[in-house]
Structure formats: C-alpha cells, structure tokens
C-alpha cells in the first residue's frame, strides 16, 4: 500500500524496521510522529520485511522541525 521512507533489517536477527518521517510546525511534532506510525500500520509497510525472514517488527514515527524531533516506536505484527 505504499513504501515507508526507510527499511531495514538487523543482520543475522529476525528483526525488521520501518521508518517513517514526517516534517511539521514545532508545536506539531509528537501529533505528526505519532501519525507518522499510524501511517506505518495502515499501509501495511511492514509486511514486505518477512521476505527477508524477519519475524519480529518495529515502526518508528519521526516528526522533525528544524534541529528538534519528536520519535515514536512501536512493536507491529504484520499481516501475512
């Protein structure tokens, strides 16, 4: 349902992560972090990562404004 911003995987672990960064107004940015991992789990970004054998999953939302950002993190169960 789309492609998140940044993927990867830890090496010889079952882990797999997706990013997801957002850039907003300083007063915006844990509302546009948080929207940036419900983003993550509506679109499903982290179902491609089990073709590359990971079984466990993390979303992380960033929202940034200038040199500060707002970060959110999330354990995601994907849909097979």
Do not use: M
Not at 36 to 57: N, P, V
């Amino acid at each position: 349902d789309g492609y998140p911003d940044i993927t990867f995987t830890a090496g010889e672990e079952d882990v797999g992560v997706v990013i997801e960064i957002k850039r907003c107004e300083p007063q915006d940015k844990l509302r546009y972090a948080q929207a940036a991992l419900r983003q993550i789990e509506e679109k499903h970004y982290a179902d491609g990562l089990t073709d590359f054998g990971c079984s466990r999953f993390w979303g992380i939302g960033i929202a940034f404004s200038g040199r500060t950002c707002a970060v959110v993190i999330k354990a995601l169960q994907p849909n097979h």
